[in-house]
């Protein structure tokens, strides 16, 4: 074969292989989470959310170009106090009935710095609460573990992209309560995202 024709095919194969992979974050086992932090100087309330879905297409070989969509059921925040997460879920404040998601719309990354299989980056995106959308930018922390999702889910076969993330966002840009309650319900609102998601083979 000519070199002229075998330079094409070596382009195909290269492009074939760096082609970016598509994560569920869907976790079969219940463990991925997003945990809530409200400090106000009458009271502080933590808590946490489990029902998170998503997809995030990510390339090992350029994780520049990450993008998705991270999905968590406003229904699944809860904590320990039942009255506190009855208000909460309630129309007066989150109204989960009426916007039942709370997502985060990846579209760029930027300061991205990759070691082994770790990288580092500011992720851009749009962040939607109580019906608001805000474009807010975090810094986020993403590892690649090839071949690894056989010792997270021993039935399937695959790889596996951990996110972690943490971020303020201020309730009152979202209309929730604005300016109301601030003694016992704090303005911000630190969120902290671990999640693993999934690429089956």
Request: proline residues 5%; neutral net charge; contains cysteine.
């Amino acid at each position: 074969m000519k070199l002229n024709h075998l330079i094409p095919l070596v382009c195909l194969a290269t492009a074939a292989y760096a082609a970016p992979q598509s994560f569920d974050f869907k976790d079969p086992k219940g463990v991925n989470n997003a945990v809530f932090k409200l400090d106000a100087p009458l009271e502080s309330i933590n808590g946490s959310a489990s029902g998170i879905s998503g997809t995030v297409s990510f390339d090992p070989e350029n994780p520049a170009v990450t993008t998705g969509k991270i999905v968590v059921a406003a229904e699944s925040l809860t904590v320990p106090n039942p009255m506190q997460k009855g208000h909460m879920h309630s129309d007066k404040w989150l109204d989960v009935a009426k916007y039942p998601e709370i997502t985060f719309e990846a579209k760029s990354l930027k300061n991205v710095k990759t070691e082994g299989d770790v990288t580092t980056a500011d992720v851009t995106g749009t962040f939607t609460l109580h019906g608001v959308s805000k474009e807010i930018t975090a810094p986020v922390k993403l590892t690649y573990l090839k071949n690894k999702l056989s010792d997270r889910v021993p039935s399937l076969k695959g790889d596996l992209l951990v996110i972690r993330a943490n971020f303020v966002i201020n309730r009152n840009d979202f209309n929730i309560q604005k300016g109301q309650f601030e003694n016992k319900v704090a303005d911000n609102i630190d969120l902290s995202l671990s999640i693993a998601g999934a690429s089956a083979k």
